[in-house]
Nanobody
Framework: LQLVESGGVLVQAWGSLRLSCAAS????????MGWFRQASGKEREFVAT????????YYADFVKGRFIISKDNTKNAVYLQMNSLKLEDTAVYYC????????????????WGQGTQVTVSS
């Protein structure tokens, strides 16, 4: 299983950005996908997760109403639409693949991408 994130760039505060995660080498159904992030000097934290059908999503409180997670099983891809970006959203964003009942813990996810850097400037 390989996960490759893309889309991270430098963006101004209050701007929007969409991250993509392409998965290969796996059956994309019956699993849960997630996005995590890690700011410099901080621990990695949960951002959002989505089930295999896309019918169930869950977000960290600090992104609710601003970020949207989605997936396209025909393309084996997961997306993170990020709106109203804040300075504190600056981080490396990671895509992760987990078991069907995965929650918000890193240990629920067994495969990880290399990350993509998002930098929000004022």
């Amino acid at each position: 299983l390989q996960l490759v994130e893309s889309g991270g760039v430098l963006v101004q505060a209050w701007g929007s950005l969409r991250l993509s995660c392409a998965a290969s080498g796996c059956t994309f159904s019956r699993y849960r996908m997630g996005w995590f992030r890690q700011a410099s000097g901080k621990e990695r934290e949960f951002v959002a997760t989505i089930n295999w059908s896309g019918s169930s999503t869950y977000y960290a409180d600090f992104v609710k109403g601003r970020f949207i997670i989605s997936k396209d099983n025909t393309k084996n891809a997961v997306y993170l639409q990020m709106n109203s970006l804040k300075l504190e959203d600056t981080a490396v964003y990671y895509c992760a693949h987990g078991w069907v009942g995965a929650g918000t813990r890193e240990s629920d996810f067994s495969s990880w991408g290399q990350g993509t850097q998002v930098t929000v400037s004022s």
